[in-house]
């Protein structure tokens, strides 16, 4: 049975980092997709940042240039590194992984799901 944990969340003041981490117990990790979506009080799930079974990278708009995602796939690990958080990040972080998955976007395109982690920033 596949497990998705992440671990990394907390409360961190505008402006500060936090870092991620994603661990997936799939045989072959390097031909997942890995993404991150976040889901804040009263709102739908969106897309945050994935990196797919190729290497290709993508941010949403609202992320972009303050979080980089990365993988370590001998550790079969994601990282989400977030910097320069806003009050407006504050959500549950969910990372999921899909085999092979090239519309990484799309939140039911993956069958694999964490827990989620809570992050808050606070103003």
């Known amino acids: 049975q596949v497990q998705v944990v992440e671990s990394g969340g907390g409360l961190v003041q505008t402006g500060g980092s936090l870092r991620l981490s994603c661990a997936a117990s799939?045989?072959?990790?390097?031909?997942?997709?890995m993404g991150w979506f976040r889901q804040a009080p009263g709102k739908e799930h969106e897309f945050v940042s994935a990196i797919t079974w190729t290497g290709t990278i993508a941010y949403a708009d609202y992320v972009k240039g303050r979080f980089t995602i990365s993988r370590d796939n001998a550790k079969n690990t994601v990282f989400l590194q977030m910097n320069n958080l806003k009050p407006e990040d504050t959500a549950v972080y969910s990372c999921?992984?899909?085999?092979?998955?090239?519309?990484?976007?799309?939140?039911?395109?993956?069958?694999?799901w964490g827990q989620g982690t809570q992050v808050t920033v606070s103003s």
């Open positions: 799939v045989r072959t990790f390097s031909s997942y997709t």
């Open positions: 999921a992984a899909a085999y092979r998955l090239n519309r990484y976007t799309t939140y039911g395109g993956y069958g694999y």
